[in-house]
């Protein structure tokens, strides 16, 4: 077997004559892959050393969707290599859809002067879910000393510990634990267990209900906003509503939803996400998983370029 992939890589695969060997490990570019609509991400090829990855979204991830992939994150790095693809090529992108990070609007900025960045809507929505999980797992960490204290307790008076539980065979511990997912999902789509659970946590911790009710509002903001000026009404609201609740995770989310509002507000110019990027990148992945790491890094780019570009 090691003797036909000694074989393969050296004399059938066309890898001996790649034009980009010398660099690939450092960045592989095709300009010819380049179009309107772009994707911007970051990828960890191995050990988690990280790639940009640019992709083209007409290709749907598929061959001649890859159109640049370099090796690191910081903007002005990536920004000199893409500056290797002619000018009137890099003229041609319109929209780039990418991630909160500010490299990622940076290496916008300076490549792509036509272009409108875009920042990814499920990043924002995770940004806000994640204010309501900080809560909740803060409260099971309380739920989880309180019970390892009742337990002591209960041993230094030679006694045998009962957790209590709610009406649905809860205790506090579980009771967080297992409404992670249901914190996610709109009221509408909860299942039975779920409404019923949601009752009682909402009852047994009153902030928690704040925060569902901060994030699901958000949300709404997506749904029911067709315009940009919509959108901007929306986010105003809800903004005001933070204020009024003043919960310190969703005060640090309204923050940053503020500071990265312009492109954050650009989604609604053509709903466009960054799907495409994330679905490429578990490609990656999957492949990097198939044929079992990356033992030779170059060979392996290689396969990536004939298989993407």
């Keep these: 077997m090691k003797e036909f992939e000694k074989q393969y890589k050296d004399h059938l695969s066309g890898f001996k004559d790649w034009d980009q060997k010398e660099h690939a490990e450092e960045f592989m570019l095709f ?8 994707s911007l991400d970051e990828v960890a090829l191995t050990n988690g050393e990280l790639y940009t990855v640019l992709t083209n979204k007409q290709f749907h991830g598929k061959k001649r969707a ?32 990418l991630d909160m990070a500010e490299s990622m609007k940076n290496i916008v900025k300076y490549s792509f002067p036509n272009a409108t960045p875009v920042t990814d809507r499920f990043h924002v929505q995770q940004l806000v879910s994640e204010a309501t999980q900080e809560i909740r797992i803060l409260l099971r960490k309380e739920a989880i000393r309180e019970e390892n204290e009742n337990i002591k307790l209960a041993r230094n ?25 249901l914190l996610f999902k709109s009221e509408s789509k909860w299942h039975e267990s779920q409404q019923k659970r949601s009752e009682i946590l909402f009852q047994e911790y009153p902030e928690l209900k704040n ?20 959108a901007r009404e929306s986010f105003e609201k809800w903004y005001q509503k933070v204020e009024e609740k003043n919960i310190d995770s969703f005060v640090v989310a309204a923050e940053s939803v503020r500071l990265h509002e312009t492109t954050i507000l ?16 578990a490609k990656l992945k999957s492949f990097r998983s198939v044929v079992r790491g990356v033992r030779d890094k170059k060979f392996h780019l290689f396969r990536v370029a004939k298989l993407y570009a």
């Design 31 to 38: 300009p010819e892959n380049i179009g309107k609509n772009l």
């Design 66 to 97: 890859l159109v640049a992939m370099i090796q690191g994150t910081k903007s002005k790095d990536v920004a000199n290599i893409l500056a290797k693809i002619p000018e009137d090529k890099r003229k041609i992108v319109e929209e780039i859809t």
């Design 157 to 181: 008076e030679n006694k045998r510990y009962k957790s209590e539980t709610f009406e649905n065979g809860d205790t506090k511990k579980q009771l967080l634990a297992r409404s992670r997912y």
């Design 211 to 230: 925060a569902y009710e901060l994030s699901m509002m958000f949300r709404s903001c997506y749904e029911h906003s067709h315009s940009i000026a919509e």
């Design 266 to 281: 650009n989604y609604f110019i053509a709903r466009s996400t960054n799907a495409s990027a994330e679905s490429f990148n």
